[in-house]
């Protein structure tokens, strides 16, 4: 594995590969890997011939309130953990290589935002597209690998991509989760034993709201989000930020439940906010 803190660097490694003709795979991420990381390298792998990885905090996503600086960061486990995983580039580079000037021109997402997580974090998505955008121009991937477990993320990016017309295809990859549900998430380890243990109601809940609008039992999403945040508040020790229900991938307000939907919520624990969602097909006739 070829570990590349410039851009430079990583430029001319990928152009070598690009030129005996073989496909980029791409996968982002912020560190501190975990199996919903790894994956994303596993389709990657399965799909292209090379496989490239980020590993950057991107400090333009964060608010400043936001827990930029506390961001569990471990490099040397990353590193064996992507070498085990069969990462061939792996991207490194620090905050000033990525942001070496202050901005000239600055990106605001406009549609997509004003829900879920966009919501109580202003800016998050604009410096989540710019770092996005920057990384696609450094690597020039075949496909980007992005974990749905961020699906309103996967939904600004393929905006982002259709918008700036990028040449790559963006591969959405669903959520890798603990055997009791809990999706996968480098914050998971900020919970105490106690808020560890509470912390798979999230997905049960979601997926309880699932199977009642499968099965008709509830049709409209005014009805599903009342019995979401009765059912999540029955003595849960996180504190609900968001329990919301869109279309998908538009991210619209719906009122009937039909079509492909997602059902998405944000819990704050003492140290760590975790997300998590479900996407899928309501049929009118089902
Ligand atoms: P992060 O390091 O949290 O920015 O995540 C990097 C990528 O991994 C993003 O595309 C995430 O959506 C994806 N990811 C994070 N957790 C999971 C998970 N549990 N399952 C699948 N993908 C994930």
Do not use: W
């Not at 829900?115 to 989540?128: I, T």
């Not at 008709?216 to 849960?236: C, H, P, R, V, Y």
Request: charged share 30%; with cysteine.
């Amino acid at each position: 594995m070829n570990i590349i803190t410039t851009i430079k660097e990583l430029r001319k490694a990928i152009k070598v590969e690009k030129e005996k003709g073989l496909t980029v795979g791409f996968v982002p991420t912020m560190g501190f890997l975990h199996e919903g990381h790894m994956s994303l390298v596993s389709h990657a792998k399965r799909e292209q011939d090379l496989v490239v990885m980020s590993i950057f905090v991107n400090p333009l996503q964060f608010g400043p309130n936001e827990d930029f600086d506390s961001y569990p960061r471990d490099f040397d486990r990353d590193e064996a953990l992507a070498r085990e995983a069969g990462v061939d580039i792996l991207f490194y580079p620090s905050v000033q290589e990525i942001y070496p000037n202050e901005p000239t021109i600055t990106m605001t997402v406009q549609k997509r935002v004003n829900v879920l997580c966009g919501k109580k974090r202003e800016g998050h998505f604009d410096g989540v597209v710019t770092v996005v955008s920057k990384l696609f121009h450094m690597v020039e991937p075949t496909v980007a690998y992005f974990g749905l477990k961020d699906a309103q993320q996967v939904a600004v990016i393929q905006g982002l991509v259709d918008d700036l017309s990028f040449p790559v295809e963006i591969r959405p990859v669903p959520t890798v989760r603990e055997d009791d549900g809990l999706a996968k998430s480098s914050r998971n380890v900020r919970l105490t034993v106690e808020e560890r243990k509470e912390a798979p109601a999230i997905y049960q809940t979601l997926l309880k709201m699932k199977n009642k609008v499968k099965k008709k039992q509830i049709t409209t999403s005014e009805d599903l989000a009342q019995l979401m945040i009765e059912e999540f508040n029955q003595g849960k020790r996180g504190t609900l930020e968001y329990i919301e229900i869109y279309s998908y991938p538009q991210l619209e307000s719906i009122e009937e439940l039909k079509g492909e939907i997602i059902v998405a919520a944000a819990v704050r624990y003492e140290h760590a906010r975790l997300i998590d969602n479900l996407i899928f097909t309501v049929e009118e006739n089902e």
